[in-house]
Every structure is written in structure tokens, then in C-alpha cells.
């Protein structure tokens, strides 16, 4: 079946630290995949995407590249602020069904101080 | 335009009753679906709503149902309660359905069984 499978957390930090979060996953085919953040309190938010092998998702200086060859959608980002600190999940939605499913990684806690 | 909103945001049951939890969905999207958060677990896809049908369903008992009326909006219904369904539930809506749209998600509701 699909799965995606996160590196454990929390990850800490010191402000201006460069942060990666891995990320990789199993599935039939070529799904798209996505970064969900969570603040406290909060729902989720969509943080970037790709869709298909070698894009790269960015947003607010978060990055991660498609890449098929080791089924990974690692999450970067060159200089952390304590105001990134939340929940990161990786997630995968299978292409071609007409489904919005998404499946999702167990989340890693990133907390970053002053 | 006013995101997903969820009602209640917190709910506080004891087991063995029934509860119903709201959703309604930015203004113009169709799609609705339904996650539950919790600790041991993360989060896991519930069921998938489009234009009124439940087009997709998750892994979970036959208490757990849920429909969608005619102007979108989505209910979900867990029916004699159990400790384990305490969770945070989130609802995310998206414009359509397919590989295109992107899913917004809720602030949830936070259900405690006692």
C-alpha cells in the first residue's frame, strides 16, 4: 500500500540554524507530494508541492525536490526563525483516481529558539 | 472569501453517546473530507465527499459515517463512543475533484470521550 515515513522528532534548533526534515515514501506509481504545516491550536496548511519527478516545491524559503530514483520528498530550508516552530507532515495523494485521499507521515516537531 | 470552518471546536462526550460534528466548506468548493488526528495514530483519511456521495472511505468501523448536503457543507456522525475515539477531527475542502485541486483544511474539533 502507500506509506510515507518521517524522520523522528523533535528536531531542534537554534534561529538561523539550516533545517532539513526527511522524508520517503512507497507507492503504486507516481503520486504527488506535499508539505503540511501545523501551528499550535491550528488545522493544516498547505506548505508547497510537486507533482511529478524532479519538481522542486518552495514557499516562505521551504524547499523539496521529486525525487523518484530514492522515492524522497526531503523538506530544507537555509535559515530557520522560532516563528517556523510547528508540526511538519509529508503526505502523498495517489494521481489519476479522482480522489482528494491524502496520506500522511507521523509529522516531525521542529522547535526552534532563540 | 472565509476558509473551512469547523463547529463545534471542542466537544466533551462520554462514552457510549453519539456526536455529530460540522463542517463547512470555503464558498464554491465541493469536495469535502474528513481526518482524524491523534497522538498514536496520526492522522488518518475518514471518508471523501463530492456533490452529495461519499466517493471514498477509510479504514474505520461502521460507527464513523458521515454526508454532505446540497450546498456542501458535511456532517460526520460517531455513533456509541469510545475512549479511543478522543482525537483532534479535521475537515478539508477543495474546489473539485482530481489531481489539480489542493485541499484546505479546517481548525478541527477537538472531541475528548470520557
Known amino acids: 500500500g502507500n506509506s510515507v515515513t518521517q524522520m523522528e522528532g523533535p528536531v531542534t534548533l537554534s534561529e538561523e540554524a539550516f533545517l532539513t526534515i526527511n522524508c520517503t515514501y512507497t507507492a503504486t506509481g507516481y503520486p504527488s507530494l506535499f508539505w503540511y504545516v501545523q501551528y499550535p491550536g491550528e488545522g493544516l496548511q498547505l506548505l508547497l508541492k510537486?507533482?511529478?519527478?524532479?519538481d522542486k516545491g518552495s514557499n516562505k524559503g521551504f524547499e523539496a525536490t521529486y525525487r523518484k530514483e530514492t522515492t524522497s520528498f526531503h523538506l530544507e530550508k537555509g535559515s530557520v526563525q522560532v516563528s517556523d516552530s510547528a508540526v511538519y507532515f509529508c503526505?502523498?495523494?495517489?494521481?489519476?483516481?479522482?480522489?482528494?485521499?491524502?496520506?500522511f507521515g507521523t509529522g516531525t516537531r521542529l522547535l526552534v529558539s532563540p | 472569501k472565509a476558509g473551512v470552518t469547523q463547529t463545534p471546536r471542542y466537544l466533551i462526550k462520554t462514552r457510549g453517546q453519539q456526536v455529530t460534528l460540522s463542517c463547512s466548506p470555503i464558498s464554491g468548493h465541493r469536495s469535502v473530507s474528513w481526518y482524524q488526528q491523534t497522538p498514536g495514530q496520526g492522522l488518518q483519511f475518514l471518508f471523501e465527499?463530492?456533490?452529495?456521495?461519499?466517493?471514498n472511505k477509510g479504514n474505520f468501523p461502521g460507527r464513523f459515517s458521515g454526508r454532505q448536503f446540497s450546498n456542501s457543507r458535511s456532517e460526520m456522525n460517531v455513533s456509541t463512543l469510545e475512549l479511543g475515539d478522543s482525537a483532534l477531527y479535521l475537515c478539508a475542502s477543495s474546489p473539485g475533484q482530481g489531481d489539480f485541486y489542493e485541499q484546505y483544511f479546517g481548525p478541527g474539533t477537538r472531541l475528548t470521550v470520557t
Open positions: 503526505a502523498l495523494r495517489k494521481m489519476n483516481t479522482g480522489f482528494q485521499k491524502l496520506v
Open positions: 465527499y463530492f456533490s452529495e456521495t461519499q466517493r
Open positions: 510537486a507533482t511529478k519527478a524532479d
